[in-house]
């Protein structure tokens, strides 16, 4: 029985990549110099953001989208933490969402079965397997779950016959 999962990931070697890429910008850009501004990898789900002030951070958020966007990694899997401000030093926290979240694989789960198609959709963990007799049918649901636009980046994978 042919089948796929549908998953939201984050590939972190890219997203290192496009740390390293902004690090080295804000070392080069002239409103930076002097200034101690850094990216950093905080564990496997964080990124942590350092600078002198807010808005300073907020001009390392544009460079880094920028190159994360470069880099083909979606935006969207990140969450915006708010600004600490402690002294002369600013940092912020962003969230890297790996996975999909319980209430969007039910959101998932319920899209699919109101389409009367004639496939199976489950959650196992964070992602959702979704199987059918027909790969037409899977592909149909590929299109409907790509239509709904849902606020995670989404990806298919595992097709198997």
Do not use: W
């Not at 996975?99 to 489950?122: F, P, Y």
């Amino acid at each position: 029985m042919p089948s796929f999962d549908i998953v939201s990931e984050v590939d972190m070697h890219e997203v290192g990549n496009a740390l390293d890429q902004a690090n080295r910008e804000t070392g080069n850009r002239f409103d930076f110099k002097g200034v101690n501004a850094s990216f950093a990898l905080a564990g496997e789900d964080a990124i942590e953001v350092r600078a002198e002030a807010e808005f300073q951070i907020r001009q390392m958020l544009d460079i880094l989208r920028g190159k994360l966007v470069k880099r083909g990694v979606d935006t969207r899997s990140f969450s915006e933490g708010s600004v600490e401000i402690s002294g002369n030093a600013a940092s912020m926290a962003l969230a890297i969402r790996q996975g999909i979240e319980s209430d969007l694989a039910r959101e998932i789960v319920k899209l699919v079965k109101h389409a009367k198609l004639k496939v199976q959709a489950s959650i196992q963990g964070g992602q959702v397997r979704v199987s059918g007799k027909k790969r037409d049918d899977l592909q149909s649901v590929i299109a409907l779950v790509k239509e709904a636009k849902p606020d995670l980046p989404l990806q298919y994978v595992n097709f198997r016959d």
